[in-house]
C-alpha cells in the first residue's frame, strides 16, 4: 500500500476555473507535508510545509491545507503558466515520501 | 544565494565511460541528497549525506558513487552505467533532514 496517494492523477482546467488537488496519507506520526511544483526536465520547486492539522499556508493563487489525513492544494483561478505537475512528499522519520504527482493542465 | 546547482546540465556517455555530477549549494544546508527520476515518475532517493557523513544508501548499485568534499559540494560518480541508467539525475539540499528540501534543475544523463 503506498503511503501518498495523490488524486486525480491528471487534471485540465480552463484558465479562471478554480480547483483542488488532494493528497492522502497513511504514516502515523507526519512530521512534515511538503508541496513541490516541477515543470518538465526540471527540478522540483518548493512551494508548501505543513506540520500539523488545521494549518494552512498561501502562495499567490495557491492554498495548502493539512488534515490528520490528508492536504489539499486549492488553485483559484489558475493561468496557464500554473500548468505543471504537483507533487506532495511527506516525512514521518527521513527520507521523505513522494507521492505520485497530479499533472495540471490550464487551458487558455 | 538561495539555489542548488547542477553541472553538466546534460551528459551522454557510453556504458564503459566514467564521468562525474557535481551539485553546490551556498545556503549553509547540512543535508545534501542525490535522487534519481525517470519520466513521469516522482523523484526515487539515492544517497542522503547529512553533516558531509552518507547517512542513507537506498541500495543503489556500486557504479554510482557519491561523494561528499565539504558542507557545499556533492558529488555523484558514475561508471559502467546501464542504459536503464538514463534519467533526470536531482540534487537537493536541506538545513537538516528533517527540513524542507530544495532541489537543482538536474543532469539529463543518457547512457548509450
Known amino acids: 500500500e503506498d503511503q501518498v496517494t495523490q488524486s486525480p492523477e491528471a487534471l485540465r482546467l480552463q484558465e479562471g476555473e478554480s480547483s483542488s488537488l488532494n493528497c492522502s496519507y497513511t504514516?502515523?506520526?507526519?512530521?512534515?507535508l511538503f508541496w513541490y511544483r516541477q515543470d518538465p526536465g526540471k527540478g522540483p520547486e518548493f512551494l508548501f510545509t505543513l506540520y500539523s492539522a488545521g494549518e494552512e499556508k498561501e502562495k499567490e493563487r495557491l492554498k495548502a491545507t493539512l488534515t490528520k489525513k490528508e492536504s489539499f492544494l486549492h488553485i483559484t483561478a489558475p493561468k496557464p503558466e500554473d500548468s505543471a505537475t504537483y507533487l506532495c512528499?511527506?516525512?514521518?522519520?527521513?527520507?521523505?515520501?513522494f507521492g505520485k504527482g497530479t499533472r495540471l493542465s490550464v487551458i487558455a | 544565494d538561495t539555489e542548488v546547482t547542477q553541472t553538466p546540465k546534460h551528459l551522454v556517455m557510453g556504458m564503459t565511460n566514467k564521468k562525474s555530477l557535481k551539485c553546490e549549494q551556498h545556503?549553509?544546508?547540512?543535508?545534501m541528497y542525490w535522487y534519481k527520476q525517470k519520466a513521469k515518475k516522482p523523484p526515487e532517493l539515492m544517497f542522503v549525506y547529512s553533516y558531509e557523513k552518507l547517512s542513507i544508501n537506498e541500495s543503489v548499485p556500486s557504479r554510482f558513487s557519491p561523494e561528499c568534499p565539504n558542507s557545499s559540494l556533492l558529488n555523484l560518480h558514475l561508471h559502467a552505467l546501464q542504459p536503464e541508467d538514463s534519467a533526470l539525475y536531482l540534487c537537493a539540499s536541506s538545513q537538516d533532514p528533517r527540513n524542507e528540501q530544495f532541489f537543482g534543475p538536474g543532469t539529463r544523463l543518457t547512457v548509450l
Open positions: 512528499a511527506v516525512q514521518e522519520n527521513t527520507p521523505l515520501v
Open positions: 504514516v502515523s506520526g507526519l512530521r512534515g
Open positions: 545556503m549553509g544546508h547540512r543535508a
